[in-house]
């Protein structure tokens, strides 16, 4: 196995992420494929390269993986929260700086649950009072 994998989880929505960051040469693979094959949208690129970008890791770390659940939103963003803790694990000094730009907190936003009674979570029938 390749020295000092650091593997950690990420998530997002539905979605979870087990990433690992090796140093290497910038490879990006997830579920076996390439970051442009995966995700059509620029948007989720964008998303998964900030945490490198942020400490000036792009082209040093190879970044595998392995996206369960959720779309493709969610999976881009559990990724990152994956890349984010890898790289904490790979040095320390990262953290404030990750922390900083809230990259290392679950975002909790999912979607609501739909109640009784209503045709979903917040919309009401309409109401007649005749």
């Known amino acids: 196995m390749a020295t000092h994998a650091h593997i950690n989880v990420g998530r997002r929505k539905e979605s979870v992420a087990r990433v690992r960051v090796v140093p290497g040469t910038g ?3 997830i579920n076996g494929r390439t970051m442009d094959q995966y995700f059509g949208r620029e948007t989720s690129k964008m998303i998964l ?37 890898a790289l904490v694990d790979l040095n320390a000094e990262f953290r404030p700086v990750l922390k900083k730009a ?29």
Request: aromatic share 6%; no cysteine; glycine share 14%.
């Open 49 to 85: 390269v900030e945490p490198l970008k942020l400490v000036d890791q792009i082209g040093k770390v190879d970044v595998v993986a392995n996206a369960t659940g959720g779309g493709l939103s969610g999976q881009a963003g559990a990724i990152r929260h994956g890349i984010s803790r």
């Open 102 to 130: 809230g990259f290392l907190t679950r975002d909790a936003r999912a979607v609501e649950r739909k109640k009784y009674g209503r045709p979903g979570a917040r919309k009401r029938f309409q109401f007649s009072k005749r």
């Open 27 to 29: 490879n990006i693979t």
